[in-house]
């Protein structure tokens, strides 16, 4: 169920996505609220789910990870066992940093970060090859990181 948003709310969104460590006080300017105010949207906002969680955003290469590859996978079967248990490999394997289950030519796309060719090679091997309800997956390598990012627009709700 969508929450309701009024543009107090999306103007605070909006800028805690660009800046998670902005202060309350300049959320309030922002705004047009009181630090008080701002409080108790953001609370209202996490409790509500809108808020998932606050992280920082982490330049992969400056960590060691100097590959991105998308991978698009057939399932031997959409079993609803068989799926979360393949769903769930992938939540709980870091490299993999999204999982989509979709529909059309493939089940599942998936964005991981990876060293370098040889840990790819191996995490295919654990998540693709050996018993893990896949048939069939193709690998897409990044040559570039154009845009990369989860941040949702909330200023222009109407698209």
């Known amino acids: ?9 999306r103007v605070l969104l909006d ?7 902005i202060t309350q006080s300049e959320l309030g300017e922002r ?25 920082a955003c982490i330049d992969p290469k400056a960590v060691g990870y100097g590959l991105t590859i998308i991978v698009e996978a057939q399932l031997e079967s959409e079993r609803a066992d068989l799926l979360r248990q393949t769903q769930r490999s992938f939540r709980e394997c870091p490299q993999v940093q999204q999982c989509y289950y ?44 154009v845009k990369a990012g989860m941040g949702v627009p909330v200023l222009d709700p109407g698209g």
Do not use: P, W
């Open 15 to 21: 800028a805690i996505q660009q800046d998670a460590r």
């Open 31 to 55: 705004a047009n609220l009181s630090t008080a105010a701002v409080n108790r949207r953001l609370r209202l906002l996490a409790d509500a789910g809108v808020i998932e969680r606050y992280a």
């Open 1 to 9: 169920m969508a929450v309701k948003l009024d543009n107090y709310d």
């Open 102 to 145: 979709v529909a059309g030519e493939c089940d599942l796309v998936l964005i991981l970060l990876v060293h370098d060719m040889e840990q790819y090679v191996a995490l295919t091997q654990r998540l693709f090859q050996f018993g893990n309800n896949i048939r069939a997956f193709k690998t897409l390598v990044v040559m570039d990181r």
